[in-house]
């Protein structure tokens, strides 16, 4: 009753403010003088209504001044002065509260908090720190002796703090320079500022906020400093495929994601979850052992789960903001046209660019799905250079609630061909699926009288697959890699050189995008 209150008020504060003066004099012409006035009834239709809170603020703001019965009706606690009491005097009896009410209580305003660093003395002595750098640095487990990408290790955001253990050096395993940190994550050098900085007094984390609003869920905490912390999605079984990696699944059960902090000694306070679709509650747990805090952020529905960014706002306050996925006339989709530039990407048999392939079929994606509705945008609109770094940038910073990356393929071999779809997330296989099976569908179409090729189509696993591919690293939306088809095979090639076949594998992609959100 109170945030309504405030909302009327508010309102019609701002409306009163905007209105023509010509037209607001002519509608206190038009309004009923003659009629017997009681206190807050301005307009004598004895009623107490929007109307006569209306009349009050144009008096105030001097747009239609009022006279004689009107005037006195308006005063509507007897002190001679026609202000804010008066309009919001009939306000509250408009939503059945007593004028003499006290007013509702303003909403408070966040207050910054002042974070701690290890550039100043806490007194417990000095060691080797870095501090991210980069939006995003991501990080992979220090147990292992290798850089390979593991879903259950999620970046660090920039201005996160952690100590070093030691570096390690390109080769190898390795592809570029990494330190090891005592939180258990390697971190690529380039990504990170090292320095010598002063130990830190153990973190404390706090609830502070739950909102809901614009298909966003927002859980806003209090933090001392920017501690490190992964994320990690429970409930999901992963299974051995491809190539023989790890983190296949098949299908998406996920039931809670876990936030884990580091060198945090306790947790409290509870987020109120109001109208959020994906989130049903939180917990927080802390492992003294191992000098953790974890806040497990329940699922509304297992398998139904969008992706989430992190930040730390204006008032130093980390935000974990996950995607309610709207529907798809008001989704935002990211087309990413594989290569480009001074990067051709594989080169046909008839010698055909795969960068100018891909960008051939992504705009026919998105042509169809504007015409659709849909709002697209795309990570370049011509033969430019964009690395993977600018694209996964690219991605966050929009606002995206999906992202398909658009390629095709190449082997060493003349023989393969057909379509595949990779993921990394397990919350992005439904997407892969859908489209992959638009396009082998599509394929089947232009193979129909070519048996040979039609057995090809599909591969014997499927043909959708985890593989962690950088562009599709991302935490913040579904995120997919599709391979449209093999430029090596001759056959291939030619079709996929083809416009009319273009355009058939582009609608299969739209398709499959709409297909992924009617099955959620």
Request: include cysteine.
């Amino acid at each position: 009753m109170k945030s309504r209150l405030l909302k009327l008020l508010s309102v019609f504060i701002a409306v009163i403010m905007f209105l023509p003066v010509q037209a607001t004099v002519a509608a206190a012409e038009s309004t009923p003088t003659d009629a017997p006035h009681i206190l807050g009834d301005v307009n004598g239709d004895a009623k107490v209504n929007l109307t006569d809170a209306k009349l009050i603020l144009k008096h105030i703001v001097k747009l239609n001044l009022l006279t004689g019965d009107m005037l006195k009706a308006a005063d509507n606690n007897n002190d001679n002065k026609i202000n804010l009491t008066d309009a919001k005097r009939v306000l509250k009896i408009i939503v059945h509260l007593s004028p003499d009410a006290p007013d509702p209580e303003p909403e408070p305003v966040q207050q910054k908090v002042n974070l701690l660093t290890p550039y100043s003395d806490h007194g417990l002595g000095k060691k080797d720190m870095c501090e991210v750098t980069a939006d995003f640095a991501e990080t992979v487990p220090s147990s292992t002796d290798n850089d390979k990408n593991d879903p259950n290790y999620s970046p660090e955001i920039k201005g996160s703090f952690d100590y070093i253990e030691r570096k390690i050096s390109k080769g190898g395993n390795y592809d570029q320079d990494y330190y090891v940190l005592s939180s258990g994550t390697k971190v690529a050098t380039k990504n990170v500022k090292k320095f010598s900085g002063f130990v830190m007094p153990k973190n404390k984390v706090s609830a502070y906020d739950a909102t809901t609003a614009n298909s966003v869920t927002d859980l806003t905490i209090t933090v001392d400093w920017k501690v490190p912390f992964i994320s990690r999605v429970g409930g999901q079984n992963f299974y051995t495929g491809y190539e023989n990696r790890p983190f296949n699944v098949s299908s998406f059960t996920g039931a809670y994601i876990d936030f884990i902090f580091y060198y945090t000694s306790s947790a409290s306070g509870s987020f109120e979850i109001k109208n959020s679709s994906v989130i049903k509650s939180t917990q927080w747990m802390t492992n003294s052992n191992n000098g953790t805090s974890t806040l497990r952020v329940f699922f509304k529905t297992s398998g139904k789960y969008y992706g989430y960014k992190a930040y730390y706002s204006e008032y130093n306050r980390l935000v974990l903001s996950f995607n309610e996925k709207p529907t798809l006339s008001n989704a935002v989709v990211m087309l990413d046209a594989g290569h480009g530039g001074n990067d051709p990407g594989a080169i046909g048999t008839n010698g055909t660019y795969e960068s100018s392939v891909n960008l051939k079929i992504t705009n026919y994606v998105k042509a169809n799905l504007q015409n659709r509705g849909v709002t697209v945008k795309m990570t370049r609109t011509d033969n430019s250079t964009k690395s993977l770094d600018e694209r996964q940038s690219l991605t966050r910073k929009s606002g995206s609630d999906i992202f398909v990356a658009i390629h095709s393929n190449s082997s060493t071999s003349s023989s393969p061909s057909g379509t595949e779809a990779y993921y990394y997330y397990g919350f992005s296989k439904p997407l892969a699926q859908k489209v992959h099976d638009r396009l082998v569908t599509a394929w089947k179409s232009v193979y129909s009288g070519n048996s040979s090729m039609l057995n090809k189509v599909n591969p014997s696993d499927g043909g959708v697959r985890f593989k962690p591919f950088q562009v599709i690293r991302i935490e913040d939306c579904p995120a997919v890699l599709i391979e449209c088809g093999y430029l090596s095979n001759s056959t291939e090639c030619g079709k996929l050189c083809t416009d009319s076949v273009q355009q058939k594998l582009a609608n299969a992609i739209a398709d499959g995008i709409v297909d992924y959100y009617k099955a959620q």
